[in-house]
């Protein structure tokens, strides 16, 4: 039911810029936060950047605090994560996660498949 479409990945030189777009359908998109997590090649997973329900208020990692932006547009069930000023270490399968409660039930999180970003020369 609930599904995460990510896409805006790519190859991308160092100090450029991309921007991943995730459309998410299933849930009340505009009730819940929403998050970007990235996995490096031999690495855990970590979070990069998260976003409340209304858009109000967003949260980084320090390793992309001042380069990257997470925002949202509600209207198109809609979150993005814009990335300037890329590193190599920026390279990673990126993710988009929503973590939904049905009800006073459990919140359950929903992960996409993940699209690549690559920062070489």
């Known amino acids: 039911q609930v599904q995460l479409v990510e896409s805006g990945g790519g190859l991308v030189q160092p100090g450029g810029s991309l921007r991943l777009s995730c459309a998410a359908s299933?849930?009340?998109?505009?009730?819940?936060?929403m998050s970007w997590y990235r996995q490096a090649p031999g690495k855990e997973r970590e979070l990069v950047a998260v976003i409340t329900n209304t858009g109000g208020t967003t949260n980084y990692a320090d390793s992309v605090k001042g380069r990257f932006t997470i925002s949202r547009d509600n209207a198109k069930n809609t979150v993005y994560l814009q990335m300037n000023s890329l590193k190599p270490d920026d390279t990673a399968v990126y993710y988009c996660k929503a973590r939904v409660r049905y009800g006073l039930g459990p919140r359950v999180d929903y992960w996409g498949q993940g699209t690549q970003v690559t920062i070489s020369s």
């Open positions: 299933g849930f009340t998109f505009s009730s819940y936060a």
